[in-house]
């Protein structure tokens, strides 16, 4: 079994765990139930944000611990207060050490999108994102069938969510375009060998249709791949470990946003 593999069959279990523990019935009692949630997609094209979605993330099954006394409410904070467009919070504890109290505690501090991340596959982890106050959920193609995935992005929409749907390659993109998706991540990383390349992105942006939001996941840690991958059309960038292995996430991130925008003044001037 490769490490995605792994994950799926662990989380098949924990969900089932979960349904007995905190039946659909209490979630939806939750404050944040029947919220209005808060789009990405606005948030990602806001002139004044940087486009940048910050992850808080303890750690991950290919570099093991990454922060693992990490201030969600500092670092959320933090985050915001540096320019981010939004926030991403790693909910899965086994392979990535986060829970679900950490995105509650994010949105209590923060008036901006969450998206959850995590290995969705049943519709209960929808009704569950959507009473821990998320406001995007987290599609993997490469982890669900086809039917599924539309099944539960189309159920994720009728509760207001917004679907952020993560592609690895042309067939699985080819095989989810459709309207209950609003944006599409393309995951640098490769979920099975979890090797790192750009070039992922860039090769997969033109064959994604306007409607939907681009989002560069993975492997950008220098200020000058944001302004690159511009030029490709993406809009949302999902930046985790590289701010995250520094003691201080939040001011990591504020000098990444910092240079952005240096090199955007720069080109601006230059023209």
Do not use: W
């Not at 375009?177 to 790192?196: C, P, Q, S, Y």
């Not at 860039?202 to 681009?214: G, H, R």
Request: charged share 25%; hydrophobic share 40%.
């Amino acid at each position: 079994m490769d490490i995605l593999d792994k994950i799926l069959a662990h989380k098949k279990k924990e969900v089932e765990e979960r349904k007995s523990l905190f039946p659909v019935k209490l979630l939806e009692k939750s404050i944040y139930f029947s919220g209005k949630t808060v789009s990405l997609k606005k948030y990602l094209r806001r002139p004044d944000k940087s486009g940048i979605i910050a992850e808080i993330k303890r750690k991950s099954p290919s570099k093991g611990m990454i922060n693992k006394h990490v201030s969600v409410e500092k670092t959320s904070i933090g985050y915001m207060q540096a320019g981010a467009s939004a926030l991403s919070v790693l909910t899965d504890y086994h392979f990535f050490g986060g829970n679900n109290e950490d995105l509650k505690l994010a949105r209590k501090f923060n008036f901006c999108p969450i998206l959850r991340k995590e290995f969705i596959i049943d519709e209960y982890q929808v009704i569950e994102a959507k009473s821990i106050g998320a406001d995007v959920i987290l599609l993997i193609a490469a982890a669900l069938p086809v039917p599924a995935l539309r099944q539960l992005a189309i159920f994720a929409q009728s509760l207001g969510l917004e679907v952020l749907m993560e592609v690895h390659n042309a067939d699985e993109l080819n095989q989810n375009l459709h309207d209950a998706v609003d944006l599409i991540g393309v995951n640098n990383r490769n979920l099975k060998t979890f090797e790192v390349s750009i070039d992922t992105s860039k090769n997969l942006s033109a064959a994604i249709p306007d409607q939907y939001v681009k989002v560069a996941e993975s492997g950008i840690s220098a200020p000058e791949t944001i302004v690159e991958l511009r030029q490709y059309g993406f809009e949302g960038f999902l930046i985790g470990e590289t701010f995250m292995k520094s003691s201080r996430p939040e001011l990591a991130c504020h000098r990444f946003i910092t240079a952005v925008n240096q090199i955007d003044e720069t080109k601006t001037v230059g023209s």
